[in-house]
């Protein structure tokens, strides 16, 4: 990790106002990435992945509210910044890409156009060169006959045609960050690999940090620097990739492994989770891993959750660590 | 081309409409009461003129013949002879229809440019002042009888304040229409040069046009702020935000340009309503167009022009689903490309 | 049951306004039922002498051209007014669902001539469809009932058609063809009882349409014929004197006819609330 990451997020909370009550979505969320890294969060549905990406983004819906925390990007924290800077930042300097891309893109657009509007948003360029630009841009999403794919609906393409589209899309400015929430979800394994490699060659050619939001440790695996692992909002563990694969020190991060198939594994080696993402209305315990956990004692009840340095850029959220 | 084709297929969709209204028109004419040779014939006729009359007419025919002679007659444009004012049915609709459209257009018009913005402003701030104002608005139009809203206006503007010119027609006593273009007075007046006339049109227009409006606004506003608050909540638009489009462009050429295909679907309908709530308004406003000639047919028991009205309206409406189609064509995509 | 009473009292709750409508139904109920009797005068007892004059202690909402008590005949044609609504749309939600529900579960033939009859009388403006079949078979107050039982007809043929089509291959409706049951039996016990709800949504927010419809058929000269006290030809009788500034004519039974609309288009909002929360706009 170089000495000033490129983003940090500090003591993120956020909280949503619904119906039924208050719920916790994040609750202290920190982590940081450097310039080119690749980092990799992961977690089950509901463990606070995306609502992070949107905090950072300021794409937070009306009933979502940040109590606290700051996310630091290039010295401006995203959370207190003016809508105005937020709009520049957006698509320039980072931009995201999101699953399902076929709902993702505007169905009565052209896909070259939508991918035009960013430049024209963005990049200072006259308009004949915007085109080119954009034709630039589908070459280098590798899709097939840019020319006429410029004019093409989503409705016309497949679903990794459009992810590659969204990609074109969120890069077409050389953002510094880019935020993938489960781009490969819905598209078939083929076409995945293909997305993922794409992205693993943006990142490497451009320098483009990346951070990749999945609940597939495997998709993470082979490809992230380092791994933040979520929990019903909270950060439970984070490591470099290796370190957190070969010896995790948190129960969930191991339980997730253990429920994660890998090449050679048996099938009857793969071992469910037990329990579900705890209900994060009103009052929570510290450790909100604690009903599911087979480790708990009192101890994990005495507030507050602790943070535990095991090795450097290594972090456990865990009283009873492995 | 391809929005050629689809005009072509929604033409050919528009053909069995077109006949099930004619074989309608004709079904209704067939149920008429009592026996129309002999009330054509008046009272003091003998039988032998009764039965006379009815051969003429061809009522003498099996109903199959007789639909043939119905439909030979449309298409010679033969809709009868009005009892009441002795002219053609066709030449009379011909003459009146401007008027009608010219309200009915005007109706829509500002409705549109009301609810609108009423329904995106409403959709963009929920739970705001614009949005209780629009529930209010919405709620109160569809609630309204479309002929009380026009006699509160007419107490109002006229009566009370004395804005309005009685609502009596197109024009005042002193005013002679305008030299006919489009048929539309203010239009008219406006291509003739003449600012005082068609300042004197538009204030007869106004009423009638607002009591119009007020009934075909409700419907959109609450289409456009459901379906503009569907869309602003779909992926597509977090894509657009998340790539840090202007908002403006975001809620423009993003949303509002998907969200008013529903409302453009909604417009057939809306017309519809617009079409018959014609009938109420031109009857309060004294408006010579088809509706109170149709009407004033009616009480007469001058059936013709009654069967000429009800089959101009279809026929009206029909083309006017066909132009949304094509409409709907040019914003969808999906729909043009597919067909 | 209680689980239904229960999300009731709720909906209720959370909707001050679906209660005033709710309170506002029963009022209106029961001013058809005792309408007559809490009329102060005879609604049809004209007194010259007493014509046109304004609201008074006497005359709460006035009297009109020939000198009748505007109150009693507002009160006396609730009946009237909601009868005709009632009676149009229950006739052509019977006939309506009826034969949407056959279309949507045999399909073939009865599907196609269904849609085509319903697509024809979509194929008119309603209201003129409407006036054409009261000036077809006679201008008679049934008449009036008919033609708003028709042109109301496509919205529940169209919706019974479309949910007994979801639920036509549903696992349940399998379960009672494979138990041996015949096609009629299972449309009518199994499938269309499922289709009620949103039915009736439907049907709530159709009255108000409807009442608005027969009192313009009405406001026109069309069905109900004077001194019968009705809403719709009391606005009428009232349009005359607008100009003159005789206002209490007309707006009293206006503002009766906008209320009853009002009223059931909040309750059918709150109705489609109680059944079916992920609707709301």
């Known amino acids: 990790m170089s000495a000033v990451p490129l ?54 819906p009306p009933a979502g509210r940040v109590t606290s925390g700051r996310a630091v990007f290039g010295g401006l924290d995203l959370l207190t910044a003016s809508a105005g800077q937020l709009l520049e930042y957006r698509g320039r300097e980072l931009s995201m890409i999101f699953q399902s891309p076929r709902t993702a893109l505007n169905p009565i657009r052209p896909v070259g156009k939508q991918i035009a509007d960013v430049l024209e948003r963005h990049a200072n360029l006259p308009r004949a060169r915007r085109r080119d630009r954009v034709l630039e841009l589908l070459a280098r999403v590798q899709i097939p006959d840019p ?59 451009a320098g483009m940090a990346t951070i990749m939001i999945t609940h597939d440790l495997a998709v993470v695996a082979e490809r992230c620097d380092r791994i933040v692992v979520m929990h019903a909002g909270h950060v439970v563990e984070q490591a470099p990739a290796r370190t957190l694969f070969a010896r995790p020190r948190h129960p969930y ?54 943070r535990e340095v095991v090795a450097p850029g290594h972090v456990v959220a865990c009283a009873r660590p492995l | ?120 402003l409403s959709a963009t701030r929920p739970g705001s002042w614009v949005d209780h104002l629009a529930r209010v608005v919405t709620t109160a139009g569809v609630s309204l ?26 024009l005042d006593a002193f005013s002679t229409a305008p030299r006919q273009v489009t048929g539309f007075f203010v239009v008219d007046a406006v291509l003739a040069h003449d600012g005082a006339l068609a300042w004197a049109a538009l204030r007869q227009l106004a009423l009638p046009a607002v009591t119009l409006g007020l009934f075909a606004m409700a419907p959109i506003a609450r289409m456009t702020r459901a379906s503009m608050l569907g869309v602003l909540g779909s992926e597509f638009i977090r894509t657009a935000r998340a790539a840090g489009l202007a908002p403006r462009t975001v809620l423009v050429t993003y949303a509002l340009r998907n969200a008013l295909l529903p409302v453009i679907t909604l417009l057939g309908m809306v017309f519809s309503f617009l079409l018959g709530a014609n009938v109420l308004v031109e009857k309060v406003f004294a408006w010579p167009g088809v509706g109170s000639y149709a009407l004033e047919a009616l009480i007469a028991s001058d059936y013709a022009p009654v069967q000429g009205f009800v089959l101009l309206m279809a026929t009206l409406y029909v083309f006017l689903n066909l132009t949304i189609d094509i409409v709907y064509g040019l914003v969808d995509p999906r729909v043009r490309i597919e067909a | 049951m209680s689980a239904l009473l229960r999300h009731g009292r709720y909906v209720l709750g959370e909707n001050p306004v679906t209660a005033v409508a709710f309170g506002l139904f029963v009022v209106l109920i029961l001013l058809a039922l005792v309408g007559p009797s809490l009329a102060p005068h005879d609604p049809l007892a004209s007194d010259t002498a007493r014509k046109l004059e304004p609201p008074s202690a006497r005359y709460w909402f006035g009297t009109d051209q020939v000198g009748r008590d505007i109150l009693s005949r507002v ?50 403006p309603l209201f003129v469809l409407a006036m054409a079949i009261v000036a077809a078979l006679g201008n008679t107050l049934a008449n009036i009932v008919y033609a708003t039982a028709i042109i109301n007809l496509p919205f529940y043929a169209r919706m019974a058609r479309a949910e007994v089509n979801v639920r036509r291959e549903a696992g349940f409706v399998e379960a009672a063809r494979l138990s041996g049951n015949g096609s009629a039996r299972i449309l009518t016990v199994h ?91």
């Not at chain 1, 819905?186 to 050619?205: F, N």
């Not at chain 2, 199959?64 to 007659?73: G, S, W």
């Not at chain 3, 709530?204 to 014929?225: D, E």
């Open chain 3, 191 to 281: 499938v269309f009882p499922n289709c009620l709800p949103p039915m009736m949504v439907q049907a709530s927010l159709n009255l108000g349409w409807a009442i608005l419809n027969a009192a313009g058929l009405s406001f026109i000269g069309l069905g109900v014929r004077p001194p019968t006290p009705e809403w719709g030809i009391m606005v009428a009788e009232g349009a005359a004197f607008i100009v003159s500034g005789e206002w209490w004519i007309a707006l009293f039974p206006g503002l009766a006819l906008m209320l009853a609309v009002f009223c059931f288009n909040l309750l059918g909002d709150g109705l489609r609330d109680l059944i079916d929360p992920r609707r709301r706009t």
């Open chain 1, 147 to 205: 020319e006429r794919r410029y004019h093409a609906y989503p409705f016309e393409l497949s679903g990794g045609m459009c992810q590659r589209v969204m990609i074109a899309l969120a890069v077409a400015c050389s953002p510094a960050l880019l935020i993938a929430d489960e781009p490969t979800t819905g598209l078939d394994v083929t076409t995945q690999a293909g997305i993922l490699d794409l992205l693993g060659d943006l990142s490497r050619t």
């Open chain 2, 145 to 170: 009888p479309i002929f009380f809203t026009g006699l509160l206006l007419v107490y109002v503007f006229y009566f009370l304040l004395g804005w309005a010119p009685a609502p009596l027609g197109r």
């Open chain 1, 253 to 306: 991060t191991a339980r997730l492994l253990a429920s994660t198939p890998r090449a050679g594994a048996k099938l009857a080696d793969l071992t469910p989770i037990p329990g579900a993402v705890p209900d994060l209305r009103g009052e929570t315990t510290p450790c909100r891993y604690r009903t599911r956990c087979e480790r708990a004692a009192a101890v994990c009840d005495r507030p507050p959750l602790p």
């Open chain 2, 1 to 120: 081309m391809a929005l050629l084709r689809l005009a072509g297929r929604r033409l050919a969709l528009a053909v069995p409409g077109l006949l099930g209204v004619i074989v309608v028109t004709f079904l209704l004419n067939r149920a008429l009461p009592g026996d129309p040779a002999a009330f054509f014939a008046g009272p003091a006729a003998t039988r032998q003129a009764i039965e006379e009359i009815r051969a003429r007419l061809g009522l003498d025919k099996s109903v199959p013949e007789q639909f043939v002679y119905y439909v030979r007659d449309l298409a010679r444009g033969d809709l009868g002879t009005s009892l009441t004012t002795g002219q053609p049915v066709l030449r009379d609709l011909a003459t009146r229809l401007p008027a009608s459209l010219e309200l009915t257009l005007a109706g829509l018009a500002l409705a549109v440019t009301v609810a609108l913005p009423l329904g995106v």
């Open chain 1, 7 to 60: 983003m940090s997020v500090e003591d993120l909370s956020v909280e949503f106002r619904t119906r039924h009550g208050v719920v916790r979505a994040l609750e202290r969320v920190g982590f940081s990435i450097a310039r080119g890294e690749t980092v990799g969060i992961v977690g089950e549905s509901g463990s606070g992945k995306s609502v992070t990406a949107f905090t950072v983004l300021g794409l937070l």
């Open chain 3, 75 to 124: 009160l006396v044609a609730t009946r009237l007014d909601l009868a005709i609504s009632l009676s149009a749309v229950t006739l052509s939600f019977v006939v309506g669902s009826g034969l949407g529900a056959s279309a949507g579960f045999f399909g073939g033939w009865t599907d196609r001539i269904v849609t085509r009859v319903t697509d024809t009388i979509m194929a008119f």
